[in-house]
């Protein structure tokens, strides 16, 4: 039996292929009483509001609760009930009370194993995987037969998966897509056009690669040009499904952080990440100018278009690119 943990849009659209494409049976865990009546039971699907029921009765756990509310949602849950389950993240986000990758979180807090533990990454819009579009995924872990048994449950006729043993860094290129989606949506609120977006997301590759290079370093050295990690962030970045895009927008066009989060309804993963990327740039001792000048609008109440006027300016002036 298979859980997944998480009502969202990918949530969703991972329930579709494995349930809808291929055939397997699904426990279904959902936060709120009134999303049960969304998502009606069938012989292979189970919707449930008792999470420790949903892990007990499962061997394969997907995971896909926002980053910002995942601690909280296993908060009953101890080391002891995740004893020889594999854990298949396909969350995009730092926890942001420990700044730590999801699968960092679940070494260090309940003791599962790196190689009971496979990542999920995209470049996979939701909306476009439950229109059974064509959608290539990457599947990372430790363990080459976890992801192998999770490319047989997700592999469809549109759904294509290759694989990595890059588990944090495809963790951590997951996560700065989003951070930069931000970025890219402030600078089309305020005007710039496709030329400076191109220039913009060059500079956002060469900021990750500083980063990667300083915090989780390999050798040989990441090519982030590889469609592992850059498709992604291409993905993210120029969207209209991007929510993270769409929360730049609205902060570019004068909305402030908190009103935009409540307009646009849907957790925007970029806003946690903007803080722990921040802090972890600082830790690291990392220029990070796009991160620096998102973190000041986004939580220093500072105006994006004076940030991000500067930034520019940065990026014509500077060795940023």
């Not at 009971?116 to 037969?145: C, D, F, K, W």
Request: proline share 3%.
């Amino acid at each position: 039996m298979i859980a997944m943990l998480g009502d969202g849009s990918w949530a969703l659209g991972l329930t579709h292929v494995l349930v809808d494409e291929n055939g397997h049976r699904i426990n279904w865990w959902v936060r709120e009483d009134e999303r049960i009546d969304d998502f009606p039971a069938t012989p292979r699907l189970r919707v449930n509001k008792d999470i420790t029921s949903v892990i007990e009765s499962s061997d394969d756990i997907f995971v896909v609760i926002p980053s910002a509310f995942l601690s909280s949602s296993l908060s009953g849950i101890t080391p002891e009930m995740l004893e020889g389950k594999n854990i298949i993240s396909a969350v995009k986000g730092f926890l942001p009370d420990f700044n730590l990758t999801v699968s960092q979180f679940f070494q260090q807090q309940y003791g599962v194993p790196a190689d009971h533990i496979a990542i999920v990454s995209g470049p996979s819009h939701a909306e476009e995987v439950v229109q059974s579009m064509l959608t290539y995924l990457t599947v990372a872990s430790s363990n080459r037969a976890l992801s192998e048994r999770v490319r047989d449950m997700l592999e469809c006729d549109f759904l294509r998966t290759h694989y990595s043993s890059d588990v944090i860094g495809i963790e951590c290129a997951a996560i700065m897509k989003n951070v930069y989606s931000v970025a890219v949506g402030i600078c089309h609120a305020l005007g710039y056009g496709d030329n400076l977006i191109a220039v913009l997301i060059a500079a956002a590759i060469r900021e990750m690669s500083n980063i990667f290079d300083v915090y989780i370093p390999v050798e040989p050295r990441r090519d982030l040009s590889s469609y592992i990690y850059l498709s992604d962030l291409l993905a993210t970045c120029y969207s209209k499904h991007s929510r993270n895009h769409t929360l730049g927008e609205l902060v570019g066009r004068g909305y402030s952080p908190q009103q935009a989060r409540i307009m646009q309804k849907m957790v925007a993963e970029g806003y946690y990440a903007v803080k722990a990327v921040h802090e972890l740039a600082q830790q690291m001792q990392v220029s990070m100018p796009i991160v620096e000048a998102l973190y000041a609008v986004l939580y220093k109440g500072a105006g994006a278009n004076r940030e991000f006027n500067g930034l520019v300016h940065q990026l014509s002036s500077r060795n940023l690119i």
